[in-house]
């Protein structure tokens, strides 16, 4: 399991959406100086839905390393959701008043997704030597029937 790459990759994917969850996404500076810091998931509670589906995704796509084209199509299907994230986070940093901060954590959806884009390229290079391993094993089945 661990020899592959993919499988680095979406480790690497489950643990930034971890850490992505329990942390503070941004602060606000009130007007009296004071700064509040300010959990993206519980101001805005679909966001954490949508962490929570996408981590539950990555997750998925980590443990079936048996079933090669079930882990690229979650890989994918979690990268794409990660990159609507992204998109999702840089609207509400561009539209965000003069007085909030960000904190560099909002940047772990988008290297997720690279992640998880890696992953399952790395999944259809896998499939493909398989495939091509299974071709020649087949060609020298059957040459070995036209001899006999």
């Given at each position: 399991?661990?020899?592959?790459?993919?499988?680095?990759?979406?480790?690497?994917?489950?643990?930034l959406?971890?850490?992505?969850?329990?942390?503070?996404?941004?602060?606000?500076?009130?007007?009296?100086?004071?700064?509040?810091?300010?959990?993206?998931?519980?101001?805005?509670?679909?966001?954490?839905?949508?962490?929570?589906?996408?981590?539950?995704?990555?997750?998925?796509?980590?443990?079936?390393?048996?079933?090669?084209?079930?882990?690229m199509?979650?890989?994918?299907?979690?990268g794409?959701?990660?990159?609507?994230?992204?998109?999702w986070?840089?609207?509400?940093?561009?539209?965000?008043?003069?007085?909030?901060?960000?904190?560099?954590?909002?940047?772990?959806?988008?290297?997720?997704?690279?992640?998880?884009?890696?992953?399952?390229?790395?999944?259809?290079?896998?499939?493909?030597?398989v495939?091509?391993?299974?071709?020649?094993r087949?060609?020298?089945?059957r040459?070995?029937?036209?001899?006999?």
């Amino acid at each position: 399991m661990w020899q592959r790459i993919q499988t680095l990759y979406l480790a690497v994917s489950t643990v930034l959406l971890f850490i992505l969850f329990f942390s503070d996404a941004y602060t606000v500076t009130a007007p009296d100086g004071m700064q509040y810091v300010t959990y993206l998931q519980l101001q805005k509670p679909y966001f954490g839905i949508l962490l929570g589906i996408l981590f539950a995704m990555t997750v998925l796509a980590l443990i079936t390393f048996k079933v090669r084209i079930l882990q690229m199509r979650l890989a994918t299907l979690s990268g794409l959701v990660a990159l609507g994230m992204t998109g999702w986070l840089a609207y509400f940093y561009f539209s965000a008043p003069e007085n909030v901060a960000f904190k560099w954590t909002v940047i772990f959806p988008l290297v997720a997704a690279i992640c998880d884009f890696l992953a399952a390229r790395g999944c259809f290079q896998d499939q493909l030597m398989v495939e091509s391993a299974y071709r020649i094993r087949e060609s020298r089945k059957r040459d070995r029937k036209k001899k006999k």
